[in-house]
């Protein structure tokens, strides 16, 4: 497959002002967030929801690419085209999905494994059929006073660089996401040192696995006090500490880094966003976001599972989307904040 179209993908996702939803939630997932919200969670509500949000009008000036999940790539709008269709008539990049979720690590208690890899190649072959362009794999590494092992980083990097080779020889950009969660006790210093190492680990298998770097996206948390730590850390230092650990472990050639917001509310992630963006040192790479709650909390709460409030629901996601556009480069402002919300 033709580095060529790769590097047309990526470089059209890491655009200037733009970002990526992640609208890729399971079945499962978006059922839980549903009935946080008493929305009746259905293939068609789900499906409903997903239009509402694609639909959005030039929702193409902020957003370059939708990560969709298997359910929602197989569903039509109400004008009956297939939904990555919707997305490309909007201008915007479909993306989908690949791994098939977490397992617990046998003789590692509390620790993950991402499963996925064993009919990829064929998968990968039908979503492109589909329309899908690139990909997402998510590992995930949970922080504790004895976790994570080098065993639980290894394997999962291993696994990451697997799927990353299989989706570049189908011409689909990988977008390769080593997410250490925020829940926990830690301090800012240990999500550091662990985010570290995974990233360290990361690259070492893509590169040993022949990944090309300049064909793809790199989707790390922000580095970032544990939720319930009792030390928490002002958005300078959320900045600091995150842009000093990628310069550390993430190659120049790396064309672009789209940050997870990971249980952040939407102003803190936009908030940082803008503030890694403003700082005054050398950034090799793009550095813009693939949200998932961030960007769709607000939007969520405007729909209330109904198409009377559609207007509402894209005015709030459009919102959203506008101002981490200006967190991508370092222009948000609290009086933007306020504008478009007024
Ligand atoms: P959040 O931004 O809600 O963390 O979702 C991003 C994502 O794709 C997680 O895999």
């Not at 208690?109 to 990909?135: C, H, K, Q, W």
């Not at 996206?217 to 922000?222: A, F, G």
Request: glycine share 8%.
């Amino acid at each position: 497959m033709s580095t060529v179209e790769l590097d047309r993908t990526v470089y059209a996702l890491i655009a200037d002002g733009k970002g990526i939803l992640a609208a890729d939630e399971t079945p499962g997932t978006l059922t839980k967030r549903f009935e946080a919200r008493a929305i009746a969670s259905t293939p068609e509500s789900r499906r409903a929801y997903r239009e509402m949000l694609f639909a959005t009008p030039d929702i193409g000036r902020f957003i370059s690419g939708v990560i969709m999940q298997d359910e929602t790539i197989h569903q039509k709008s109400a004008s009956g085209e297939p939904l990555a269709y919707l997305l490309e008539n909007q201008g915007v990049i479909p993306g989908i999905k690949v791994d098939t979720g977490v397992t617990s690590l046998a003789g590692l208690p509390g620790e993950t494994i991402t499963e996925g890899l064993d009919d990829l190649r064929e998968r990968l072959v039908n979503y492109r059929s589909m329309g899908a362009r690139f990909a997402k794999w998510r590992a995930v590494i949970r922080i504790d006073e004895t976790i994570p092992t080098p065993a639980c980083i290894k394997v999962n990097a291993h696994a990451l660089a697997r799927y990353a080779a299989l989706c570049q020889e189908q011409g689909v950009v990988p977008i390769v996401e080593p997410e250490v969660l925020m829940e926990g006790h830690h301090n800012i210093e240990r999500c550091e040192a662990v985010t570290g190492s995974v990233l360290h680990a990361v690259f070492n298998a893509l590169v040993e696995q022949r990944v090309s770097l300049e064909g793809m996206l790199l989707k790390p948390n922000m580095v970032i006090p544990g939720k319930q730590s009792r030390e928490q850390a002002v958005v300078e230092r959320v900045a600091s500490a995150t842009l000093r650990c990628l310069r550390r472990h993430v190659p120049a050639a790396v064309p672009g880094i789209v940050f997870l917001s990971g249980g952040q509310d939407h102003i803190a992630a936009t908030l940082h966003l803008n503030a890694i963006n403003r700082l005054d040192r050398p950034k090799p790479w793009k550095l813009s976001f693939s949200f998932g709650r961030a960007l769709q909390d607000e939007a969520l709460r405007a729909w209330q599972g109904t198409n009377q409030n559609l207007q509402e629901a894209q005015t709030a996601f459009a919102h959203r989307a506008g101002c981490l556009s200006a967190a991508t480069a370092g222009k948000y402002t609290g009086t933007m904040e306020r504008q478009n919300a007024a």
